[in-house]
């Protein structure tokens, strides 16, 4: 069965200091990978995704990921935190061969930006 | 306005009793889910929908009944509410499965007593 592990659960960090947001996942076959960031009293929006390609991605917010399909990894990274990031970050899974809507998601890691 | 939207917000009921949470979206999307997020766990899919009057069980289904008449609604019912269920529950919706972003709604907190 698909699993996404998460390895910090919570981060806490000063402005301008980079991150790093750890994420495997166990699946043998070729997956579709998501970071979803929830913030404070909102819902969960979509930060970035990859499908296919070029292994590290680009999304919102000066956010990145790369995939490392040898380590099963999908880490998050951002060169410079804000206060404003701030939120639970999710990571999740997926086989696209399933359209099924088994996106398995991870334990989620808050993350905690000082002023 | 377009979008995902969940009600109630805020739920109390007691332990036995039936509570239905609501569902509806205006994108016409073709997939609905449900999750519950809890501490610890992140979020675990209950049930999920590909089109109307298809369903199927996700991680966590014991417990709970969802129905899809129409493609815009996606209604959770608890049958018989326990305390394990006290969660927050978060619906979504997608266009192509997990193939294409999930959008969510912004949850209802439902607390068992």
């Known amino acids: 069965a698909q699993s996404v592990s998460q390895h910090n659960h919570h981060v806490i960090l000063s402005e301008a200091a980079s991150l790093e947001l750890g994420c495997n996942y166990s699946?043998?076959?070729?997956?579709?990978l998501f970071w979803y960031v929830q913030y404070p009293g909102q819902h969960l929006q979509l930060l970035l995704k990859?499908?296919?390609?070029?292994?590290l991605v680009k999304g919102i917010k000066g956010f990145e990921a790369e995939f490392i399909k040898s380590k099963f990894s999908f880490n998050l990274r951002k060169p410079s935190v804000q206060w404003s990031d701030t939120a639970e970050y999710f990571c999740?899974?997926?086989?696209?061969?399933?359209?099924?809507?088994?996106?398995?998601f991870g334990q989620g890691t808050e993350l905690s930006v000082k002023p | 306005d377009a979008g995902i939207t969940q009600s109630p917000r805020y739920k109390i009921t007691e332990t036995g009793r039936q509570v239905t949470l609501m569902c509806h979206q205006t994108?016409?999307?073709?997939?609905m889910f449900w999750y519950r997020q809890d501490l610890g766990h992140g979020l675990r899919l209950i049930y999920y929908?590909?089109?109307?009057?298809?369903?199927d069980k996700g991680e966590v289904p014991d417990g709970y009944v969802v129905s899809r008449s129409k493609t815009e609604n996606f209604p959770l019912t608890l049958e018989s509410a326990t305390r394990s269920q006290t969660s927050v529950y978060f619906c979504?919706?997608?266009?192509?499965?997990?193939?294409?972003?999930?959008?969510f709604g912004n949850g209802t907190r439902l607390t068992v007593t």
């Open positions: 979504a919706s997608s266009e192509f499965g997990t193939a294409s972003p999930l959008h």
């Open positions: 699946y043998g076959g070729t997956v579709n």
């Open positions: 990859y499908f296919s390609g070029d292994p």
């Open positions: 999740a899974v997926t086989s696209p061969y399933n359209q099924g809507g088994k996106l398995i």
């Open positions: 994108w016409s999307h073709s997939y």
């Open positions: 929908s590909a089109a109307a009057d298809i369903t």
